[in-house]
């Protein structure tokens, strides 16, 4: 299986990660940053099995519209793919807004990322939200990363 995590920055991608790879030890960790040419290790990141991505295609529609002028690839032609392999889970991570706020917030005082867009960002997450339903959404206020493990991915195994 084929595991997509997505959502905005602090809204717990990486500590989700993190849980599912304990859980099954047999899984690469691939993380996929906001950059200019991203095509290339998101399709190749699509050939792997076994895989938790950190990013995909959703990061490249969202972070490079509000960052540049827009993605540096055919987005429907990602997604097509992407949905294509029945094997894919696709988690957007996506807590109440106030929360991810406020440990953006939290993470920028003690030195990290600093951009005034988390906002405009965790919105065109809720947008994709309403797009793309086939995504599973975890709040790591409504449950804890075990919970969202046993009721989401090993039911998929």
């Known amino acids: 299986m084929r595991i997509i995590l997505e959502g905005p920055d602090c809204a717990g991608k990486t500590t989700l990660s993190k849980v599912i790879k304990d859980k099954l030890t047999d899984y690469i960790y691939v993380h996929h940053g906001q950059y200019a040419h991203a095509y290339k290790p998101h399709f190749e990141s699509l050939k792997l099995d076994n895989v938790i991505i950190d990013r ?4 490249e529609l969202i972070y490079g519209t509000v ?14 793919k992407v949905r ?21 917030e939290e993470r920028k005082s003690k030195g990290g990322e600093d951009f ?7 919105d065109s997450y809720m947008l994709l939200k309403n797009m793309f339903p086939y995504f599973v959404v975890y709040n790591y206020d409504a449950e804890t990363a ?4 046993k009721r989401e991915i090993y039911k998929q195994k």
């Open 116 to 122: 005034e867009n988390v906002s405009k960002i965790y």
């Open 67 to 80: 960052f540049r002028s827009g993605p540096t690839y055919n987005i429907n032609e990602m997604e097509q």
């Open 84 to 104: 294509s392999n029945v094997n894919t889970l696709n988690i957007l991570c996506l807590p109440p807004k106030g929360l991810v706020m406020a440990r953006f």
């Open 146 to 149: 075990e919970e969202f493990i």
């Open 56 to 59: 995909h295609w959703p990061s």
